[in-house]
């Protein structure tokens, strides 16, 4: 079996702007996402670590690096999925953010999945 197959993990994400956690006025925009981790692969892994690149409209980059994710460090067998929700708080009405996260098979083997990047907008901002 390819080892792409054995360590194969599919990350989606959910965006929301939060409005009411939000002062414009102030450019604080709030955002909670919300990240599902799949493991599609044949090999329990467990999620270590996370890395993430938060970019303003403006062109800022903030970069957080933290081990696992709200609290947690999920192992998460063949087939199952893992779901949480966090936030994050941007200066423009519009960003973007991605990373990706540092896994651990049971096997001993180390690797990164990529969180593909996600759009962070205030409704109406982008046509």
């Given at each position: 079996?390819?080892?792409?197959?054995?360590?194969?993990?599919?990350?989606?994400?959910?965006?929301?702007?939060?409005?009411?956690?939000?002062?414009?006025?102030?450019?604080?925009?709030?955002?909670?996402?919300?990240?599902?981790?799949a493991n599609k692969g044949t090999v329990a892994s467990q999620l270590i670590?996370?890395?993430?690149?938060?970019?303003?409209?403006?062109?800022?980059?903030?970069?957080?690096?933290?081990?696992?994710?709200?609290?947690?460090q999920p192992l998460l067998k063949p087939g199952d999925t893992f779901e949480y929700t966090s936030g994050t708080v941007i200066s423009?009405?519009?960003?973007?953010?991605?990373?990706?996260?540092?896994?651990?098979?049971?096997?001993?083997?180390?690797?990164?999945?990529?969180?593909?990047?996600?759009?962070?907008?205030?409704?109406?901002?982008?046509?």
């Amino acid at each position: 079996m390819s080892e792409e197959k054995k360590y194969e993990i599919n990350v989606s994400v959910r965006t929301t702007y939060l409005p009411d956690q939000s002062d414009e006025a102030s450019d604080q925009h709030v955002f909670a996402y919300t990240i599902t981790i799949a493991n599609k692969g044949t090999v329990a892994s467990q999620l270590i670590s996370r890395h993430w690149v938060i970019t303003n409209g403006d062109g800022t980059v903030q970069e957080v690096r933290g081990l696992g994710v709200v609290g947690e460090q999920p192992l998460l067998k063949p087939g199952d999925t893992f779901e949480y929700t966090s936030g994050t708080v941007i200066s423009t009405a519009a960003g973007s953010m991605k990373g990706s996260y540092q896994m651990a098979a049971e096997d001993g083997v180390h690797f990164d999945v990529p969180i593909p990047e996600f759009i962070l907008t205030v409704p109406r901002v982008l046509h």
